[in-house]
Nanobody, 120 residues
Framework: QVQLVESGGGLVQAGGSLRLSCAAS????????MGWFRQAPGKDREFVAR????????NYADSVKGRFTISRDNAKNTVYLQMNSLKPEDTAVYYCNAVGSHYDPLFRSWGQGTQVTVSS
């Protein structure tokens, strides 16, 4: 069973940057499209970004397009999310998972997530 461990979150002022990492163990990322999701207080978990397993195609939610960049290192079984120009509305717990064709999460188990808090 895959274990996902997210890290890199923190408290940052609006306009700042953070880089999130997600490492997997127990199962390789190879062959899977990987992505990031987030859940703000009182809201459902939502899709943020996806990267194809080859790394050549990336998709983003409209709310983060132009500000966030997803990348991956298959050799390290790790996926990253570079977040720039952060806004208070980006405040959420961020999770990684494999991503299906409908931007749905594929792995049944989730990591603990990493908290991102953006102050105004």
């Amino acid at each position: 069973q895959v274990q996902l461990v997210e890290s890199g979150g923190g408290l940052v002022q609006a306009g700042g940057s953070l880089r999130l990492s997600c490492a997997a163990s127990g199962r390789t990322f190879s062959g899977y499209d990987m992505g990031w999701f987030r859940q703000a207080p009182g809201k459902d978990r939502e899709f943020v970004a996806r990267i194809k397993w080859t790394g050549h195609i990336r998709n983003y939610a409209d709310s983060v397009k132009g500000r966030f960049t997803i990348s991956r290192d298959n050799a390290k079984n790790t996926v990253y999310l570079q977040m720039n120009s952060l806004k208070p509305e980006d405040t959420a717990v961020y999770y990684c998972n494999a991503v299906g064709s409908h931007y749905d999460p594929l792995f049944r188990s989730w990591g603990q997530g990493t908290q991102v808090t953006v102050s105004s």
